[in-house]
């Protein structure tokens, strides 16, 4: 499955070589136990590489924001000091499924479907979903991720009206929403492993999975609605989250499925595993 805009290059010595639009970078990866295929001469034009101790090197003019994406989307890069560019590839693998979810609800329900991303980042899905036709509602707990994903809908020309942004721990968004008696045809959740909400409050995925997938299913429209939950995490990994939303759809006509994610590596046999992607149909 190719993805617009970005390309796996090559991987290997602990190292990945990547291409997001006009940019080729070299970044760090303890999973790339093999070896590269392509030749070093490839690998030595890439215009900047990072390492953990020393940050960024550039091979050239030093850049620190660059324009990326396809038609389904538009995102503002940035070299981040923890080597983080704002865009994780294995997430847009399944973006073409999310743009196909949203245009068809809109024709079945003849409105613009309901939309929630949890842990939205800098807002890749919810601008495949809005320029589709949805309404968004966009959750993350951190400022500079809302900054960021708000500068990527002012370069998709995302008009305010369809887009909620909510600065929030997600875990207790989903639980206000319950409350409120809202509903979504949609949801879309990317929870990490850990995450620190204040100096004294932090939750781990291991100890909130339960009672948020339990919250999350709930906020689905019972006629006709889908989640997609992903997990990064080694030991709830995809097959734990299906086993548990089977649990909570008994009863319901519910499809589940568990799908391995992973980068695909170009004019290679090899890809690159990135979790797993669940996904709950109703209806
Ligand atoms: C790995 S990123 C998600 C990437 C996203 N799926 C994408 O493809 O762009 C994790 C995001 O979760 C946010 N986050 C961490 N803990 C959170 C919480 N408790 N509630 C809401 N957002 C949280 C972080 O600020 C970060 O933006």
């Not at 879309?188 to 995450?195: E, L, M, R, Y």
């Given at each position: 499955m190719k993805i617009p805009g970005y390309a796996l290059l090559d991987s290997g010595n602990g190292q990945r070589l990547e291409q997001f639009g006009d940019k080729t970078l070299v970044r760090p990866s303890t999973l790339c136990l093999w070896k590269p295929r392509q030749a070093k001469a490839l690998w030595d034009k890439a215009q900047a590489s990072y390492n953990h101790d020393k940050g960024w090197k550039f091979n050239g003019p030093r850049f620190e924001e660059w324009t990326f994406g396809s038609s389904s989307f538009q995102l503002r890069l940035r070299t981040q000091d923890n080597g983080q560019v704002g865009f994780f590839p294995e997430h847009a693998t399944y973006m073409p499924q999310v743009e196909q979810l949203v245009k068809s609800y809109t024709k079945t329900l003849g409105r613009a479907p309901r939309v929630l991303n949890l842990f939205a980042y800098t807002g890749m899905a919810s601008v495949v979903c809005l320029k589709a036709g949805a309404h968004v509602t966009h959750v993350d707990l951190a400022k500079k991720a809302l900054d960021w994903a708000s500068a990527n809908f002012e370069l998709n020309a995302i008009p305010a009206s369809s887009l909620r942004l909510i600065r929030e721990d997600a875990a207790d968004f989903v639980h206000r929403e319950i409350r409120r008696?809202?509903?979504?045809?949609?949801?879309?959740?990317?929870?990490?492993?850990?995450?620190?909400?204040?100096?004294?409050?932090?939750?781990?995925?291991?100890?909130?999975?339960?009672?948020?997938?339990?919250?999350?299913?709930?906020?689905?429209?019972?006629?006709m609605s889908a989640l997609f939950f992903t997990c990064h995490h080694a030991e709830l990994s995809g097959p734990i989250a299906a086993n548990l939303l089977l649990?909570?759809?008994?009863?319901?006509?519910?499809?589940?499925?568990n799908t391995p994610l992973a980068i695909p590596e170009a004019d290679s046999p090899r890809s690159l595993p990135a979790g797993s992607l669940v996904t709950c149909r109703i209806g």
């Amino acid at each position: 499955m190719k993805i617009p805009g970005y390309a796996l290059l090559d991987s290997g010595n602990g190292q990945r070589l990547e291409q997001f639009g006009d940019k080729t970078l070299v970044r760090p990866s303890t999973l790339c136990l093999w070896k590269p295929r392509q030749a070093k001469a490839l690998w030595d034009k890439a215009q900047a590489s990072y390492n953990h101790d020393k940050g960024w090197k550039f091979n050239g003019p030093r850049f620190e924001e660059w324009t990326f994406g396809s038609s389904s989307f538009q995102l503002r890069l940035r070299t981040q000091d923890n080597g983080q560019v704002g865009f994780f590839p294995e997430h847009a693998t399944y973006m073409p499924q999310v743009e196909q979810l949203v245009k068809s609800y809109t024709k079945t329900l003849g409105r613009a479907p309901r939309v929630l991303n949890l842990f939205a980042y800098t807002g890749m899905a919810s601008v495949v979903c809005l320029k589709a036709g949805a309404h968004v509602t966009h959750v993350d707990l951190a400022k500079k991720a809302l900054d960021w994903a708000s500068a990527n809908f002012e370069l998709n020309a995302i008009p305010a009206s369809s887009l909620r942004l909510i600065r929030e721990d997600a875990a207790d968004f989903v639980h206000r929403e319950i409350r409120r008696d809202k509903k979504y045809d949609l949801i879309i959740s990317d929870p990490p492993s850990f995450s620190r909400i204040a100096a004294n409050k932090t939750w781990q995925l291991d100890d909130v999975i339960v009672p948020m997938l339990e919250a999350t299913t709930k906020l689905l429209e019972s006629n006709m609605s889908a989640l997609f939950f992903t997990c990064h995490h080694a030991e709830l990994s995809g097959p734990i989250a299906a086993n548990l939303l089977l649990d909570l759809t008994s009863g319901m006509k519910a499809e589940i499925a568990n799908t391995p994610l992973a980068i695909p590596e170009a004019d290679s046999p090899r890809s690159l595993p990135a979790g797993s992607l669940v996904t709950c149909r109703i209806g």
